[in-house]
């Protein structure tokens, strides 16, 4: 096996226990709310407490580790999301369990920004697509794991002990990365010569990051806006679903459990079949064009998707849509990351930083609004209509993003001139 398929092993492990731990508390949901007694409002900042620490923290984590080195920013990120997890099983009032949400988000903040700095440094330029694919494809194994184990774990165990026992496990991580992991692809030992020469060089023309060049980018601001918009999507799917399937749509706590790991289940098969369709497609016509067609096609349908999901009433209908609607909407992501890491070229971290900083603020004012338009309206379907607009909002600005107008290509154009 080639070392940098060990690095992708990692990679993916660390991807699984993110989503894991980050759909504890909406898996848990049931069990939370009741022992602290929490609103539809109130819960709404428990979601959005964690994805507001992330996008605060998400560039200045991305940014550290593509200058001092993914190795020592990873190892970080697991110890203090670990602790924070832990901590979150000890949480006893409204405002206890916010804080510890928002310290996780803080130590998580920057996890797949750094895991794509791993990428752009350990793997060929072809490969990036498909690797990211991988990546994200271990996520939404994550979250497909989460309601099948932590509900009958939480149920012989109490909600509180999923966090203990999900801490345990970021910290093994941790430990083997940090261990194992080389920045530098000439520095693991055992790694061959035609390897090395299959992954390329890798020479920094600066050291710090520049941002007054990447500010100046339109088409990173341009991919910056449309993951804000279609992250209102994918953040449904990881805070408010479980609840809505219950008191929406009906399902019982046990069939949530079952029901609610399809969408991820199929979310491995979006990504993967994503990363190796856009590796396939950039041969053919290049990245402009195969990338921007892959991302808006995938959420035009989606968003359509979302919109059926609030009109059914049929629980088999209900699933169906859900799995299908996840699946299409992340067929896209290794797209739009290999989009983005290719507008930052050697500063990938940042740049990805940069737009999942912009997903996360998605994210946080998905969760607050649909706890309140829920509040003011008492109907469960009404943000997800709106949900469907914003995927739809995506779709049209992934469309316009040019993708080979980068850092690199900027860097290049100043030399000639």
Known sequence: MKKRHGVLGLLCCVSVITFVDRLAIPVAATGIRADLHLSPQQWGWVLSAYVLANAVFEIPSGAFGDRRGQRLELTRISVWWSAFTALTGWCRSFWQIVSSRFL?????????????????????????????????????????????????????FGWRAIFWMLGAVGIVWALVWRSWFRDAPEEMEGISVDELMEIGSFEREERSVPWARLVRLPHLWLIVAAYFCYAFGSWFYFGWFTTWLVRGAGFSVAQMGVFASFPFVMGVVGNLVGGVLGERMVERFGRKTSYRWIASVALVVTAGILLAMSLVRSHAAIVALATVGFGVMDLMLPAAWAMCMSLGGQFGGTATGMMNTAGNLGGWVCTVAFGYLVGISGDYNLPVRVIAAMVLVAALLFALVDCTRGLQDDLRVSRVA
């Open 104 to 156: 996780f988000g803080m130590g998580a903040a920057g996890a797949y920004p750094n895991a794509a700095g791993v990428i752009s440094r350990w793997f060929p330029k072809r490969e990036h697509a498909q690797a990211q694919g991988f990546v994200w494809a271990a996520s939404r194994l994550g979250g497909a794991l989460a309601p099948l184990l932590l509900v009958p774990f939480a149920a012989r």
